[in-house]
């Protein structure tokens, strides 16, 4: 059972624009969100992470929404560039619990156009 | 300050050959993960440790998986027999269990298991 729901798939954005990755959770008890950002050949690096307490945070041309009623968050990233290439995966986890597990999405594959 | 470390970053063997992977977490980091990523999917844990006891591996395959960590430093993961369906990139990561960085896993580059 896939705990956390991310798409698209994949993304194609040209340079300058805005790229948004849509992830749904169902678990009420998940209290961190993050994201992290994974290029070939590497593991994934943390980009930026939320919890349920805010609405939204900002982190340069990186932003994550997060609707608590709706289950849902999402990453923003503004002004595109083609070094963003990379692939993308949501998370969420119930850090009291059971330290700290994170479920992963399937992951957004993000292509930047120059 | 290092990162996670891990060997082999590459790694092919036949099917119903044995394998194994090492990982050196971030010193002072009490729990480390190992997760399976197989091309195109997000990350699935395997296996989690807190020092050098298991917290969770439910999601590991018993039959022929098998992790440890000794003196709750570094682990080794191992597989034998393996099989086709095994090949996949193998994550390591490590984190604090309080603190500010609370719930932020730091992955390793990964081993890269291709079983023919």
């Known amino acids: 059972q896939q705990q956390v729901k991310q798409s698209p798939q994949s993304l194609i954005v040209q340079k300058g624009g805005i790229s948004i990755i849509n992830c749904a959770y169902e678990?009420?008890?998940?209290?961190?969100f993050p994201w992290y950002q994974q290029f070939p050949g590497k593991g994934p690096a943390l980009l930026i992470a939320i919890r349920p307490d805010v609405s939204e945070k900002k982190e340069g041309r990186f932003t994550i929404s997060f609707n608590k009623s709706a289950k849902q968050f999402s990453l923003h990233i503004m002004d595109s560039q083609p070094g963003d290439s990379a692939t993308y995966f949501c998370a969420a986890s119930n850090r009291g619990s059971t330290l700290g597990r994170l479920y992963f999405g399937r992951g957004t594959q993000l292509t930047v156009w120059p | 300050e290092a990162g996670v470390a891990q060997s082999p970053r590459y790694k092919i063997i036949e099917k119903r050959q044995s394998v194994a992977f090492w990982c050196n977490p971030i010193?002072?980091?009490?729990?480390l993960y190992w997760y399976q990523q197989i091309l195109g999917q997000g990350p699935k844990l395997l296996i989690q440790?807190?020092?050098?006891?298991?917290?969770?591996d439910s999601q590991l395959p018993k039959d022929r998986f098998s992790a440890e960590r000794l003196k709750g430093v570094d682990s080794t993961l191992k597989i034998q027999p393996a099989k086709l369906e095994d090949s996949a990139v193998y994550l390591c990561a490590s984190s604090q269990t309080s603190g500010e960085s609370f719930g932020t896993q730091y992955f390793g580059p990964g081993t890269r298991l291709t079983v023919l």
């Open positions: 440790f807190q020092n050098n006891g298991v917290v969770d």
């Open positions: 678990n009420t008890a998940f209290d961190y």
């Open positions: 010193s002072g980091h009490a729990t």
